[in-house]
């Protein structure tokens, strides 16, 4: 059987060793921990420092790049008065737009090579130059306008020069069709 001085003693020396353990680690320890707190905190600093200049040269070459793009709409838009201007240049064009919709590309295109952008006002009837409907979904009103009108729809407003180029080379397929028509009759 095991005495009562034993089982004291075994847990005098837990308590003993506890105690120095905890005085230990609350004098040593606490400078190291400080010191890695310390390491972890000027890391953090780099990486956020990186990441801040990271985006500042992304920023400025995102302002070059929109520089460069903003030029080249410029020069597609003078290439696209040489080639139609001679062609559509006094013609009219009416245009109706769903609210949403942004025209001030298309409409300075259209000036660009000579052609009066005019708004459509449901029930007219356009008599001088075909009608560019832009919208997500197709007015019914659409189909109710006389047989002689021209009329193009589109669910977006063109927005690459491509499609702006497109949209030039329809609505003057359709001046075409008019003008033949007006001489037929």
Not at 36 to 49: F, G, P
């Amino acid at each position: 059987m095991i005495h009562f001085r034993h089982h004291l003693i075994s847990l005098a020396a837990v308590f003993l060793a506890l105690g120095i353990g905890i005085l230990l680690g609350g004098t040593a320890g606490q400078s190291w921990f400080a010191m890695k707190e310390q390491e972890v905190l000027k890391n953090m600093e780099t990486k956020y420092d990186q990441a801040l200049r990271s985006n500042s040269e992304l920023k400025q070459q995102l302002n070059r790049i929109l520089v460069e793009m903003e030029r080249s709409h410029e020069e597609v838009e003078r290439l696209l008065a040489t080639r139609y201007a001679d062609e559509l240049r006094g013609s009219s064009v009416y245009v109706w737009h769903a609210d949403q919709q942004r025209m001030g590309r298309l409409k300075q295109m259209f000036r660009s090579v000579g052609v009066n952008v005019l708004s459509y006002r449901e029930g007219s009837v356009p008599l001088d130059g075909p009608l560019l409907v832009f919208g997500p979904v197709q007015p019914d009103w659409l189909a109710k306008l006389p047989r002689d009108c021209r009329w193009l729809y589109a669910e977006e407003v063109p927005d690459s020069p491509a499609k702006q180029w497109g949209l030039l080379e329809n609505v003057q397929k359709l001046l075409t069709e008019m003008r033949e028509a007006r001489e037929n009759s």
